[in-house]
């Protein structure tokens, strides 16, 4: 072997270990030279039958072949490993998609929405007011002194400042009424609070939906009227909706309200062994009303001889659990979306 001839087949065994395209060319390109039985031990072991002036530059080449072959050969393998991986790991876009949960939206935003847009059709917009709120809104304005024993019932979380969280949507009638003039056509749905012990028909946080209507002229038929067409609206044709007489300080006169059981359809005794949700009544308590109080019009600077007006409240989870059939408005807050997706709207 010349030295010539063995730089000849190292360049040739570099150029082949290049071109190679699959680590199965890279083994055999391996074994051919550098294995065993392969082309180098050959050459090493006729060494001692080269030229003597050409040995060294023999024996050069055929480490020089050695080092470089093999390196070639490993920095080849290892890319070809990685692409492999790379390969696996690629976007397959005929797997399936990955399932994320989509949110539906709570029973209580539902009711409202539904509420504002009903209420939208009779002229009503809404209006907004803060969760916490002065003693003066939530109570004295609405003819409610510190010293009145309707303020018993609605004890609340109090703050340091002397503010309060409020126990009722209707200081926004307040808030509206020295804002704008009359005529006057709101609904201000939100959250409330009370210092109430959490049962199966009580939370200390709920909601409601206070209504206002100021006008000339307006008389508890347009009372009536609103409500039974909203109750309609709200739970279908068949409702029927009844009024008690009640006193709120605000209103005068005031009622109290309530739908038929939308579970036993007004009629417990037909329900089996009787309605647990209206608890054998036939009615649902929504919340009060009533014709808006003179005392209240003069707090916020109307005339009271001329102006008239009523107002409600509605228990927005009391609308819900009857529309829905809810039993215990704790399902409301507990955020299981099991119960919640079977409400989805
Ligand atoms: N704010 C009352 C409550 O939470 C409900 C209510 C009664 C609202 C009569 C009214 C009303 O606007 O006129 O018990």
Redesign the pocket.
Known sequence: MKADDLQALKDAALTDACAAQTVEDLEKIRVKHLGRKGLLPEIMKSLKDADPAERPAIGRIANELKQELASLLESRRAAFQAQTACQTQAFDDTLPGQWRPLGTRHPISQIIEEAVRIFATLGFTVADGPDIETEYYNFDALNTPGNHPSRDTQDTFWLESGELLRT?T?PVQIRVMEEQKPPVRIIAPGRCYRRDTTDATHSSNFH?I?GLYVDRDVSMADLKSDISYFARQMMGPDVKVRFRPHF?P??EP?VEYDFSCHVCGGKPALAGRGCRLCKNSGWIEI????MVNPKVFEKVGYDPETTTGY???MGVERIAMVKYSIQDIRLLYDNDIRFLRQLSG
């Open positions: 009722q209707s409601q206070e709120f605000f209103t005031s919340s009060g009303a009533g107002a409600f409240g």
